[in-house]
């Protein structure tokens, strides 16, 4: 169950990153631009490297993006997964 949990986070986390870098690019909602970079900040905690000065290219930014919230929350997807295995694990053991 908590492998399942994190391969379910990593692809969430994968989506997540791939849908929020490539919206401002395409530029679907002209009037929504601030909301989709705050948006994208908040949900892809590694998109802050854009302002770093080592990083070189936007290439690199959106690889370590993608590759960090996938890490990010599959990690977090597991937490949880095994939180749940383990209260459900408890409660049949109560009964």
Same mark, same amino acid.
């Given at each position: 169950?908590?492998?399942?949990?994190?391969?379910?986070?990593?692809?969430? /986390?994968?989506?997540?990153? &791939? #849908?929020?870098? *490539?919206?401002?690019?395409?530029?679907?909602? @002209?009037?929504?631009?601030?909301?989709?970079?705050?948006?994208?900040?908040?949900?892809?905690?590694?998109?802050?490297?854009?302002?770093?000065?080592?990083? /070189?290219?936007?290439?690199? &930014? #959106?690889?370590? *993006?993608?590759?960090?919230?996938?890490?990010? @929350?599959?990690?977090?997807?597991?937490?949880?997964?095994?939180?749940?295995?383990?209260?459900?694990?408890?409660?049949?053991?109560?009964?």
């Amino acid at each position: 169950m908590i492998k399942k949990g994190a391969m379910i986070g990593t692809a969430v /986390g994968v989506g997540i990153a &791939v #849908v929020l870098l *490539t919206l401002p690019f395409v530029n679907p909602f @002209y009037t929504a631009n601030g909301a989709i970079e705050r948006l994208t900040f908040r949900l892809c905690p590694l998109y802050f490297l854009v302002f770093a000065n080592g990083m /070189g290219s936007m290439a690199n &930014v #959106v690889i370590i *993006t993608i590759i960090g919230n996938a890490i990010l @929350y599959g990690i977090a997807f597991g937490v949880i997964a095994a939180m749940l295995s383990l209260y459900r694990r408890f409660r049949s053991h109560a009964e």
